[in-house]
C-alpha cells in the first residue's frame, strides 16, 4: 500500500472509530451543555456556559433543573437572562430574536406563588421574577394566570415591617404593566385606598406609579384623592396623573372649583379652611386654606390644560391663600399664587404670558 492510500485508509479507520465513540460535541449548541446538566460533575460548567451561549432554548431544561435541585438562585437568574436577550443582527442593527419570556413564565410564577417571608433568598428570587413577569406584559405576554400569581403576591398579609413586603411591592409594580387587564386595576386601587395604619407607604407609593403606567381612567378618581389625602405620595400621585393625560383635566377643574365631592368632604372633615375668619394654622380650623387649589393648579399646569387658563388667571388675580401650615413649627408653606405661576408656565400661550406680566 502506498504512503497516499495507507492515510486514506487510516482517515477513514478514523472516522469509522469516530462514529462508535461519538464525535465531538459542538460547543456552541445548548444541547450540548443541556446534556451535561444531569451530570453533577459537569453542571457547573453547564450552567456557565449555557448563560454565554444566551439562547432561550435553553430555558426548559433550566426550569427542570431549578425545580430538581432546590430553586437555586443562580439558576433562576440565568433563566431570567435567557428570557429577556435580545439578539441584534451586528449589520442591520435589527433585532433577530428575543425577548423569549413565554417558555420562562412558569418558572416565574413558580418563584413568585410560593415565596417564603422568612427566607431572605425566597425574598429575592420572587422579588427578580415578579420585575420579570412585569416585563413579560411589556413584550406581550399578558396572560391572566400571571396576573392572579401577581395579585396574590401583592395582597399577601403579613407583618408590616416583613422583608416580605419587597415582593409585594415588586408584584405591584409589576401589575402595572397589565393595565388592559382589570383585576390588575382594581387591585392597584385597592392597595392605593388601603388605610396607611394598616401598610407601609412604600405600597401605597407603588401602586401610585403603577396606576400611572397603567394608563387606566379607572384610576383617575382614587388618585386625585390620594394627592390630598395621603401627602407623603404626592409626587408620585402627580406624575401618574400626568402619564394618564387629558381625560383628568375635567376632574381637575371640578376640585379646583370646589365642586368635586369627595374631596372638599375631605378638606371639610379635615379643617383645611373651616372659619378661617378665626386664624390659620396649626390648633385652629384653616389649616390648609389654599391646599385644594394649589395642588389642583399644579397638576393642571403638568397637563398643559389650556382649558384651566381662565380659571388660573382668575386666581392669579384674586387674594392668594396659604397651602398649608407645618403642623410642628406652624410655619407657613407657598402661597396658591406660587402654583398659578408654574401652571401658566408650564401652559404657555400669549394669554398666560400676559397675565404673568400684569402680575
Known amino acids: 500500500m502506498t504512503g497516499t492510500r495507507w492515510s486514506v485508509a487510516l482517515f477513514v479507520a478514523v472516522l469509522a472509530l469516530g462514529g462508535l465513540t461519538g464525535c465531538p460535541s459542538d460547543p456552541y449548541d445548548p444541547e450540548t451543555w443541556i446534556e451535561k446538566l ?73 418563584a413568585v406563588d410560593n415565596f417564603d417571608i422568612g427566607d431572605q433568598q425566597s425574598i429575592d428570587d420572587a422579588s427578580v421574577a415578579a420585575d420579570a413577569l412585569g416585563q413579560a406584559a411589556k413584550h406581550g405576554h399578558t396572560d391572566g394566570a400571571v396576573v392572579t400569581t401577581l395579585v396574590n403576591a401583592a395582597n399577601k398579609k403579613m407583618p408590616k415591617l416583613s422583608p416580605g413586603q419587597r415582593v409585594r411591592i415588586a408584584a405591584i409594580r409589576a401589575l402595572g404593566q397589565y393595565g388592559n387587564n382589570p383585576q390588575a386595576v382594581d387591585t392597584l386601587i385597592k392597595i392605593l385606598e388601603t388605610d396607611i395604619d ?27 384623592i390620594a394627592a390630598y389625602e395621603i401627602p407623603p405620595i404626592w409626587q408620585q400621585v402627580r406624575s401618574s396623573l400626568a402619564a394618564i393625560g387629558k381625560p383628568v383635566i375635567p376632574v381637575l377643574i371640578e376640585v379646583f372649583k370646589g365642586k368635586h365631592d369627595g374631596i372638599e368632604q375631605f378638606a371639610k372633615e379635615n379643617n383645611f379652611a373651616n372659619n378661617c375668619g378665626g386664624g390659620e394654622g396649626p390648633g385652629t380650623t384653616c389649616v390648609a386654606p389654599g391646599n385644594v387649589e394649589y395642588k389642583a393648579a399644579l397638576l393642571l399646569g403638568d397637563l398643559r390644560a389650556d382649558e384651566a387658563l381662565p380659571l388660573l388667571i382668575g386666581g392669579l388675580k384674586g387674594k392668594g391663600k396659604t397651602a398649608f401650615y407645618d403642623p410642628q413649627t406652624g410655619a407657613p408653606g407657598p402661597p396658591t399664587h406660587d402654583a398659578f405661576l408654574t401652571a401658566l408656565k408650564y401652559i404657555g400661550g400669549e394669554k398666560a404670558a400676559e397675565a404673568v406680566y400684569d402680575y
Do not use: C
Open 38 to 110: 444531569d451530570d453533577p460533575a459537569e453542571a457547573a460548567e453547564a450552567l456557565q456556559k449555557l448563560q454565554q451561549l444566551k439562547d432561550p432554548a435553553a430555558i426548559p431544561a433550566l426550569g427542570k433543573f431549578w425545580q430538581q435541585h432546590n430553586n437555586p438562585s443562580r439558576v433562576l437568574r440565568i433563566i431570567i437572562d435567557l428570557a429577556s436577550f435580545e439578539k441584534v443582527n451586528d449589520e442591520t442593527g435589527e433585532v433577530e430574536y428575543g425577548p423569549t419570556y413565554e417558555p420562562a413564565i412558569p418558572f416565574l410564577q413558580e
Open 198 to 224: 394598616k401598610q407601609p407607604i412604600k405600597l401605597h407609593a407603588a401602586a401610585a406609579n403603577a396606576l400611572g403606567s397603567t394608563r387606566s381612567t379607572k384610576a383617575i378618581q382614587p388618585l386625585i
